[in-house]
């Protein structure tokens, strides 16, 4: 591995998985209840497992028996955490030379003061397993009664690890909708996302502060994701309550209602469960659940999308630019001006990246469809928002899409989840990336 640099490490884990994930599909015996997967739906689907998306070209509950969907559970515990977390953990408990902190969490451990590599993984692994297992007991107890011990222990199990894991998929095929009047049911799920969403730096962060009695406050990083995600889950509560209390929402109870409000607000920033058909929201609702897709989830977590620092820091960069001060501050500290370009990159890129995959999906179901009107494209911007943010909520087209188009969603997963900057990385040698920048003379030029 002598020359591979932390982003090409990082990507070829999860073009590795994705082949595995593949070829299990196609090889291992009993996944399905009938025939088994073609090659391009066993690579969406394997993709969608290991990219923790959640759309699916056919139902996970009827389509495959319990030790296929045994096998999604496992792409998409391997794919949350990423299989480098899970082979420098191991190295490092066998002594072994372990590879770089940043290979194995996403590059996100510069943050951390005084950072210990044991602790990291450590508490990677532990607060993966630990929620899990809190979860799965919680989903248990609540569906033991209505579903018996048993299968509820198997339902239980799958959607706590695909709730932590933002994954979305569900071995109900209706997602959660059966459970919309389960206030239980929902609100576990949405802490499991939510904890899933914010991080493993910032987990690690809390418990040195609020566990270990570390008397510093916390990092700017851990403060401004925790903001940023009440102020996306509570606007987007109060936006859901508004417009879906006479429509989708009107048949509930009060109490139900704020629930699943709520739910609406937590499931698109990067989870793909459902409580609501997608397709009898109103408009606001939908662009809503869009944009929310497009934000995603935390640095470091995960979550797919262009992320929430990234948004944020493009929103404080607009309010220092509008007060006339030269630097981005939060919190009584200035970041970098360096990270805030990444940050303006990131979220530029990730917005055109999405334009052209959304045009190129479009193009694709023209050529191979019949006409599908307005609504046709609606469904299929959603369902490319969606692949892009890594949610899986679906409008109900994702099974109608053509071959071109269920190759053209994987790729979109894939880099969600990885993030264009962390491709383009491992494309750039270790050597080219460190050689002298050469600065032209200056020209402006007029902006508007």
Known sequence: MRGWTAARLFVASFVALVLVGTVGFLVIPGLYVGDGLGVVDAFFTATSAVCVT?????DTATYFTPLGQAWILVLIQAGGLGIL??????????????????????????ILRNPSFRSLLFTVVAVTFAVEGIGAGALWLTWRESLGAGPAAWHAVFHAISAFCNAGFSTFSDSLVGFRTSGPTLITVMALVVVGGLGFVVVEDLRARYLHRDVRRLSLHSRLVLTATAALLLGGFGLFLWFESRATLGDLGWGDRLVNALFLS???????????????????????????????GSPGSTAGGIKTLPLVLLVLLLGSRLRGRRHVAAFDRTVPWETVHRAVGLVVGGLALLALASFVVLTTEALTHEAQGRAGLVRLVFETVSAFGTVGLSMGVTGELSVPGRLVLPVLMFLGRVGPAAV???MVSARSSVRTEVRFAHEDVALG
Do not use: K
């Open 266 to 296: 937590v499931t698109p920033r990067t989870a793909g469960f459902n409580a609501v058909d997608y397709d009898a929201v109103t408009n606001p609702s939908l662009v809503l659940t869009m944009l929310l897709m497009v934000v995603g």
């Open 85 to 110: 977390t899970f082979t420098t953990f191991l190295l490092s408990l066998l002594g072994g030379r372990h590879l770089e902190m940043e290979e194995a969490v996403g590059g996100h451990v510069a």
């Open 54 to 58: 959640g759309l699916i070209v056919v």
């Open 424 to 426: 383009l990385a491992s």
